[in-house]
């Protein structure tokens, strides 16, 4: 394994993640401190319909401060601005224990960061390293720029993939990826050396322990880990609910645990249009006492997991890493739009009839190894911590080559200028005149009204967007 070893003279790195989401913010947050365990870590959170709640980033228990809420325009100020500073004091050396930055740079410290994390959508991800390739311009030295994905990548590969492209690392987190990654790259003759192996940072947690019911330490418990968005339909979500209220029923010595992502108003990466807590309140008859509603955050859930029920979340990556038993369920069929294909040559499809049953899926070991798990995460990070420490020395020499996108103007004529409006970003990557995003006061009385506007702003989109339009959308389909 290769360690962390920062530049002594420089001391210990700091990081930056920009996320959109809470399972992208603790996805980045994770693989900061995956990537350079000695680093010091700011958080920023686009402003939008995805920003979490103090409840779900509490959730994400990342041990990293909470981030601060940003524009994505007055983010690439931020940047420039730091940028600015060094430029104008090039021996100005990094130091650690940094304070968060806020856009009128009044932080502590000015000096820019050594790596910055994009954990965001690919769109958002392009727009940036454009913003960000116009920032540093001209520059004699700028920060490493890293991006990747959450999870399981069953859909939009080769979209997403060349939206990624540009950074200086792309994070593959198993060989399955590298493979995949590499290939659609050098597909269209893009540089494929930015694609780096490494592993989902929260494949952790002790490993199953069989014993744990038979000792008479708890019941034996079935997690139903369910989706936002999959499956999409009413009826679908209606039939996996009251299967798993079924199961139950069944099975009156175990405990069924439907593991629910967000709260009813609350989003995450995908809109959640029908909460299967809604579904729960139209169940007929009465639940059975063993079946429960859980929240929290999923590490802790599967510390007591006896099998794991999905249709394809990412938590039966996290669940086949501890070994516990995991179950993909083929109920609603194979198929891509739900995701569960990811899983082909797992060996473990079920249904719930088998599962009602006493069928219990098992892995097999090939398709693990394949997927990375299993596997040290100290030692799946190496690659990474190797590839960052590299560029951070060569940033701090001679320079890092301007950020180059496979997107541009010329490649892309009729595509990448509505990616980037969409960020309020011209097709040079500057900031469009009259579009939001302006300077964000954080002091004084002026400051705080803002502040108290913004929030109050903020509620009502969220409530339009996330329970006034899918309800109007649900009138329309009577």
Known sequence: MVPYVPDSSRGPLRLAVLA???????????????????????????????????????ETDTGVEEPEEITAINFLRLIADLQETDTRNPDKPNKANNTAKTADNSGEDDAPYDALILACVGGTVQAMLHGLARAWHGTPRRTVVITGYVGVVYEKLTDGLLLRHGADIVLANSPHDVARFREQFSGVRADASAVTECALPFLAGAPYDPGAVERG????????????????????????????????????????????????????????????????????GETPANFNLAYGNMGEVLDGTDLLVTVSSTAALESLHRGIPTAVLSDLGIREQHGNHYFLGSGCFASWDELDGGHVPTPDPAWLADQGLGRDPEAAFAPARERLVTLV????????????????????????????????????????????????PTTGVRGASKRLLRRTARGAYRAGVQRVAPLIRRWGQL
Request: charged fraction near 30%.
């Open 217 to 284: 330490e708890r019941p034996y418990r079935v997690v139903f880990a369910v989706q936002p968005s999959v499956p999409g339909t009413r009826k679908d979500r209606a039939y996996l609910l009251e299967r798993a209220v079924e199961h139950a029923r069944r099975h009156p010595d175990r405990e069924v645990v439907l593991k629910l992502r967000s709260k009813p108003g609350e989003h995450t990466t995908h809109i959640e249009e029908l909460p299967y807590q809604r579904l729960a309140e139209r169940i007929k």
């Open 20 to 58: 959109d989401s809470d399972t992208r913010w603790k996805w980045g947050a994770l693989t900061a401190r995956r990537i350079a365990p000695e680093s010091s870590v700011d958080g920023f959170l686009l402003r939008g319909r995805a920003t979490p709640t103090a409840r779900q980033l509490a």
């Open 393 to 440: 020395e060569q940033a701090a020499g001679h320079g890092l080559p301007p950020l180059d996108p496979y997107y541009t103007v010329r490649t892309a004529p009729g595509y990448l200028p509505g990616v980037l409006a969409r960020h309020g970003l011209d097709v040079k990557g500057e900031p469009v005149a009259g579009f939001q995003g302006g300077p964000d």
